[in-house]
């Protein structure tokens, strides 16, 4: 099923000039963030002319429907099922009429007068590829809000069969976090794809979201061809509102196989040998049963100990183990 595609309707036969910026959204069951998003962009001055284009993945929770009727001036795209992140995000920019794009979470607050410091930005800055924000969770603490390119041997840190030889922990913290420096102004490899700002010129030129990409890594995959036009800016100054992992938490069957995948095809796209690759979904496939053990002790241990809260986050983990045991090793090794 083709999906649909609402706006306002118009009588004034002469169309309006195009914004500054437009601003896409891909969207999945998340319809009460999606809402305080959608308020925080329209409810403050902004600074500069924008649209908001809003790809709906399917929702069954009434995101669209809340969008049609509180938010009529929104492009907005029905998709009849999850197309995944990557794919509606591709959506939402060829939807899209503004010089600029800024692809933005759902689960976000964007405070006043961001759209203008991102637009003066980037028209003082031709030569840079993309600019990140700095993110800050709903709790007040700084999130990584960029990092290093990933690396095989960094991600092997994570396999708990080899977490406790130490041998790749350095490796994996220089990637995660050691250059993180939330105070900066400073070209980055990576930025988190929770808010990214770039020219539509830039997104075209190098070849927009990958759509092999089910949801994860895609941001990883983005920054990484971004790079090749131009050097991907942090911006310290300019910070957004972050909660973090919302629609991935509350479809954990469907993320946490699909960001295992896509580390595989980053990898593939990055150029690691056939051997290094096979190696890799070796241990990772051998490791899920062990860590799916590990997370069932530690939820009973949690509960034990009076940390609901902490055991259901340990269940979640099992959950989404699970799901990739199950359903997506096939998959896995032909990534």
């Known amino acids: 099923m083709a ?6 309707l118009r009588t004034d036969p002469t169309p309006p000039a195009p914004p500054d910026v437009s601003v896409c959204i891909a969207n999945w069951n998340c319809a009460e963030l999606l809402r305080r998003c959608l308020q925080s962009l329209f409810d403050q001055q902004q600074g500069a002319s924008f649209e908001v284009v809003v790809a709906d993945n399917g929702s069954s929770d009434g995101a669209p429907d809340m969008v049609a009727a509180e938010f009529p001036q929104v492009v ?15 959506q939402a920019a060829a939807a899209a009429r503004g010089r600029f794009l800024f692809f933005l979470n759902n689960d976000t607050l964007v405070p006043p007068d961001t759209l203008r410091q991102f637009l003066a930005l980037a028209e003082a800055n031709p030569t840079v590829g993309m600019f990140g924000p700095r993110l800050r969770g709903a709790d007040g603490t700084f999130q990584i809000s960029y990092r290093r390119r990933p690396t095989i041997g960094a ?23 050691a250059t993180f420096d939330p105070t900066q102004v400073r070209s980055v490899e990576v930025l988190m794809g929770a808010a990214v700002f770039l020219s539509r010129e830039v997104f075209e030129g ?16 983005l920054s990484t061809q971004v790079n090749m036009h131009g050097p991907l800016m942090f911006v310290s100054y300019v910070e957004i509102v972050h909660y973090g992992r919302m629609s991935g938490r509350s479809n954990i069957q469907f993320a946490a ?3 295992a995948i896509g580390y595989v095809h980053y990898f593939r796209k990055a150029g690691a040998g056939r051997l290094a690759l096979g190696a890799y979904k070796a241990l990772v496939t051998l490791d899920a049963p062990v860590q799916l053990g590990l997370k069932l002790v530690e939820a009973g241990c949690r509960y034990a ?10 269940l979640l983990a099992v959950r989404g183990l699970w799901a990739f045991m199950r359903h997506e090793l096939v998959r896995f090794w032909k990534a």
């Open 305 to 314: 100990t009076g940390r609901p809260h902490k055991a259901k986050k340990s």
């Open 155 to 177: 991600l092997l840190h994570r396999v708990s069969l080899l977490r406790w030889t130490r041998l790749f922990r350095a490796t994996y913290l220089e990637y995660r976090r």
């Open 76 to 90: 907005l795209i029905r998709n009849a099922d999850n197309r995944g992140f990557a794919r509606a995000s591709n």
């Open 206 to 221: 190098c070849g927009r979201w990958d759509e092999g990409y089910g949801f994860g890594v895609e941001d990883i995959d």
């Open 257 to 259: 196989p699909n960001v």
């Open 3 to 8: 999906q649909v595609l609402t706006a306002p």
